[in-house]
């Protein structure tokens, strides 16, 4: 049995075959009828927020799930035992997020699917990977990813902070690179080296962990454009809660692939979805988290764009928040 009919056998249809709006709906209604019996955390928020299922007639009445939820329920559709579960990377005080990942064979296809959208087939590229504070730690979906990709990609690898090796071994590689780093990472390797990078995109993941003053995403891309000789940053977003990534080819414009969506709802109503141009709190539908729930309430600030991209503009401040969101405990 192929990959396929494994997928159909779930209930769901082929994701990767989504051509529009309308298939993407139709897919994204019958996985909600799925996981609304399934998945038993989505379950009881449903019941507590007084969503009867079989009510849900259009995509835009789908309730999302509060992300925060990822750390204290599991998260996952049907019996079978995940194939292994990715964790959020957390301080000692804060507990991470846990996400069930059914098939390895399925994440793999689909950032694989992702990265093909926006940057074709990843044998024409060297991937170099920045992640200091990624691979110190066990179940890192990035890291994951990162590994798979350098593999299709035939050349590239890990670096913890060995600049130098980093350096050199991009320096001796004649194919087009992509140099892939958490933001903190590029920060030190541009003030320490400010080394010119030439045939290479320079991709940023994640934020600064603490490790390093949060800045606006305008005036930090400046940074690294002016030390590495590029034009633009391009961006990675994902998180252990999602499957699938969305890109950015610079001026933090993300774009999703085919099967996930942005929205964007009222920070102090999570049930009032607003129009394109609003700033408020952003929904991601991944309809590649078949096996968890792919309606997920994020903790991202942003707005989105007619052409259904997207910008971040950084993280609820609880401050900000006047109403009350309504989280299961």
């Known amino acids: 049995m192929d990959y396929s009919e494994r ?32 998945c038993a955390p989505y379950r009881e928020y449903l019941s507590l927020v007084e969503v009867k299922p079989e009510a849900v007639r259009t995509f835009a009445e789908i309730p999302y799930l509060p992300i925060e939820l990822f750390k204290t329920h599991e998260i996952y559709c049907g019996e079978t035992e995940p194939e292994t579960i990715f964790t959020s990377s957390a301080t000692t005080s804060m507990t991470p997020s846990r996400h069930p990942m059914r098939s390895l064979e399925h994440y793999e296809r689909t950032f694989r699917a992702a990265f093909g959208t926006f940057y074709g087939e990843p044998s024409k590229w060297s991937l170099y990977a920045l992640l200091p504070n990624y691979l110190r730690r066990k179940g890192s979906s990035l890291v994951y990813m990162a590994d798979r990709l350098i593999a ?25 690179k992509i140099l892939l780093g958490v933001s903190y990472a590029l920060w030190d390797l541009a003030e320490k080296y400010a080394p010119k990078l030439s045939d290479t995109i320079v991709m940023e993941t994640g934020g600064m962990k603490g490790y390093r003053k949060e800045l606006p995403k305008e005036e930090f891309h400046k940074i690294l454009c002016n030390a ?3 034009k633009e940053i391009h961006s990675e977003y994902g998180m252990a809660e999602l499957t699938s990534q969305a890109y950015s080819a610079g001026n933090n414009r993300f774009r999703c692939p085919a099967w996930m969506r942005v929205t964007v709802r009222d920070i102090n109503d999570p049930f009032e979805q607003l129009p394109a141009g609003a700033r408020g709190g952003l929904n991601i539908t991944d309809l590649a988290n078949c096996w968890s729930c792919a309606f997920i309430q994020t903790q991202d600030v942003g707005r989105t764009f007619p052409d259904s991209s997207f910008e971040i503009e950084g993280r609820i401040d609880r401050a900000e928040i006047r109403g009350c969101n309504l989280l299961v405990q």
């Open 228 to 230: 590495f000789g590029v």
């Open 152 to 176: 299709a990609c035939g050349s590239g690898g890990f670096y913890l902070d060995d600049y130098d090796a980093l350096l050199r071994d991009m320096a001796a590689d004649s194919k087009p």
């Open 7 to 38: 997928i159909q056998m779930t209930g769901t249809n082929d994701i990767f075959s989504i051509r529009n709006d309308a298939e993407f709906e139709a897919a994204a209604l019958e996985i909600f009828r799925r996981q609304a019996s399934e």
